[in-house]
Every structure is written in C-alpha cells, then in structure tokens.
C-alpha cells in the first residue's frame, strides 16, 4: 500500500508541471484575447498597403515591422481598454460572455495595467522607429476608440459605430506617416474608404447581434432603428465606399489601371451584397447579415492586395 501511495504521489508531481504549462498557456491565451486578435488583424491588413503607396514601392523591413508591430499594439491596446471597460456590459452578451474578464480568468486591474503597457510599448517603438506625426496619429486613435467611442459615445447614441470607425480607419494614416512624416490625398482617400467600408461590416454584425445588444442596453443602430432602415443606410454607405474607392484610384499616382478594375470589381461586389441584404429584408425572409459580414472581410482584404500588388506590379 505504501509503495502504492509512493507511485501517485510521484505521478503527481511529474504531472505538475504540465498542469503549470497549461495553465500559464491559457492565461497567456486570455491575456491575447483581450486584444482582439482578429481585429487587430483586419486593422493591419490596411497598414501595409498604405505604407507600400507611400513609399511606391517596398519600404525597408525594419520601417514594416516596427510600424506593424506598433500599430498591433496600439490596436491591441485599444482594445484591452475596451474590453476593460465594457466588462459590465460583456457578462450579459452570449457572445461577449466568455471573454476573459467576464469569465474571471483576468482581473480588471490587470486588464487595465496589460493595455496600459501595450500602449506605451506602442508608442514608444512607433516614436523611436518611425515618425513623430504616426506616432501622435497612433496616440490619437487609442484614445479615440477607448474614451471617445467606448467611454462617451458607446452607450449613448445610435451614431457610435460612425465615431468608431475613425480610429478603425486610422492605420492607414499612421502607416502612410511612417514612410512620410506628413500626411497626402491619396491617404486621405484611403482612409475614406476603410472609414465608410466600416458601417455595413458592422451593422450586419450588430444586426446578427441585435438581441445581446438590446439586452445590455447599447443603442446600436440595429436596436434603436428597423432592418429595413439599417439595410437601406448599409445600402448608402457601401455605395460610398466604392466611390472612395474610384475617387482614391483616380488621385494615387502609384495606382494605375489594374487597381481601377480591381478595385471597381470588388466595390461593386460590396455594394451589390449590401442590396441583397436589404432586398432579403424587406421580403420577410431569413435576411442572413453574416453574409455581408464575410463578404466585407474578403473585399477589404483583397482591396489591400490588389493595392500591393499594382504598386509592386
């Protein structure tokens, strides 16, 4: 019995250290969660493309890491304070439940200590590596999605999503400021078109959502108005981006006919979605808004390619 006892109680601790990998790894994972991966994700798809326009070409590898890595952890940052912040509101969301501080597996003290060092992390490489103007830019944009969009304007007014997407919209000026330190139209242009893109992307996620938003008291778009006008007002802004879109190949001197087509071919393809949404709407059917969701994620990620590539090509 006694050798018997001896054997689990080596067992054990063999397993321990497993069981401290695993944890440490979950935490690890947590901590990565409340950056939202996948939307820091979609933010950089855009940062590359507008530096690659501003250099007309490749930039050097050590400007394109740093200002990626920069860029990703004021993202991140950004949204560490939202999740932060939101973490009352996230507990009464199916969808939002499970995260990290919801779920007890991170405190909100060390949430809070988390994006505050992804942001000074941020800025200083951003100051140190590439330019003075990306790096107000980059500063700008954490504190306009964590105090003006999530603090203020979240909870108060159906208009937030149109606030929010500025910042969303902002890596293509930090990365066209790293490679310039100024700022240009065509960059200008670029921002328009990831700043209108941003509303029917995230009305069909809000519409998809709507009920966990009612149920946390946000006034989402999707909550406070019809289908119909969400779908007629996605409608609206998807047409704008594929303006934005003509508008910034016509006056990007490093675009040329490739990008017209391209670029023309996918806004359409956005723009005919969104008119499919809304038709589905106002037949009383099963209107399906995550296809317009998927389908804006692959037009801004082939948008940022076909840009790459007419500026490589």
Partial sequence: MRARGRGHQVTALAERPAVSARRLSGLVGAYVALTKPKLVELLLVTTLPAMMMAADGWPSWRLVGATMVGGMFAAGAANTFNCWYDRDIDRLMSRTANRPIPSG??????????????????????????????????????????????????RRTRHNTVFGAFPGAAPVLIGWAAVTGSLDWPALAFFAVVFCWQMPHFWALASRFREDYARAGVPMLSVVAGPESVGRQSVAWAWATLGAT?????????????????????????????????????????????????????????????IAIDVLV
């Fill in 105 to 154: 597996v991170v405190s909100p003290r060390a949430a809070l200590v988390f994006g505050l060092v992804l942001a000074a992390a941020s800025l200083t490489l951003l100051w140190v590596a590439t330019t003075p103007l990306a790096t107000a830019l980059a500063a700008v944009a954490i504190l306009a999605y964590s105090v003006v969009y999530t603090m203020v304007l979240k």
């Fill in 246 to 306: 003509l508008l910034m190949g016509s006056i990007t001197p490093v675009l040329d006919w490739a990008f017209a087509i391209g670029g023309g071919l996918l806004g359409a393809w956005y723009v005919a979605e969104s008119h499919q949404w809304l038709d589905r709407i106002r037949a009383g059917v099963p209107d399906r808004p995550m296809k317009l969701f998927s389908v804006s994620i692959t037009h801004m990620t082939l948008l940022s390619i076909a």
